[in-house]
């Protein structure tokens, strides 16, 4: 193998490399967990509320004072996924939310439920050629209604 053929091997890979780590580069520079601090500490706490002052941390009922104390002494980076339910009022919602900020060093976000996908739109189908069905069948196409024609004057 020549010198020049080499080269061109190790610079082709050299290129392959850096291209499918970039990604990786660019997605990196978010904000960094304290490495210290173990996994399951920093995990995002899923909290909710319904109606009647109702509170549910991990899908577990909890009282309001218990869930304060709780996050009051919870690690500081850890953030609270606010979810609503649908039937409290927005003036609700919004003094909740500014609760939950508040009493969490981690702060706190409205949380979006999943959302089921939805099913993909049909392909589209090309425009019937003339003298064909619309259908792309190649049967004559049905003849105009009379219905359809001008009027006699």
Do not use: C, F, H, K
């Not at 080269?7 to 290129?15: E, F, G, K, R």
């Not at 109606?51 to 218990?66: A, Q």
């Not at 003094?95 to 949380?111: F, K």
Request: hydrophobic content about 40%; charged content about 20%; glycine content about 6%.
């Amino acid at each position: 193998m020549s010198l020049a053929l080499q080269s061109l091997v190790a610079l082709t890979l050299l290129v392959s490399g850096v291209v499918a780590t970039l990604p990786l580069l660019l997605a990196g520079n978010g904000a960094r967990p304290d490495p210290g601090a173990p996994a399951a500490d920093l995990a995002a706490l899923r909290v909710v509320e319904s109606p009647g002052d109702r509170w549910y941390l991990r899908g577990e009922p909890i009282p309001r004072r218990s869930l304060e104390t709780l996050l009051r002494s919870s690690n500081p980076q850890r953030l609270v996924e606010y979810l609503p339910s649908s039937s409290l009022a927005i003036a609700r919602v919004s003094a909740s939310l500014r609760w939950l900020r508040r009493i969490n060093p981690g702060g706190a976000v409205i949380a979006l439920p999943p959302v089921a996908q939805a099913a993909a739109p049909p392909p589209l189908q090309p425009p019937a050629l003339p003298g064909t069905d619309p259908r792309g069948d190649r049967r004559p196409a049905a003849e105009p209604s009379r219905s359809l024609s001008p009027l006699p004057r």
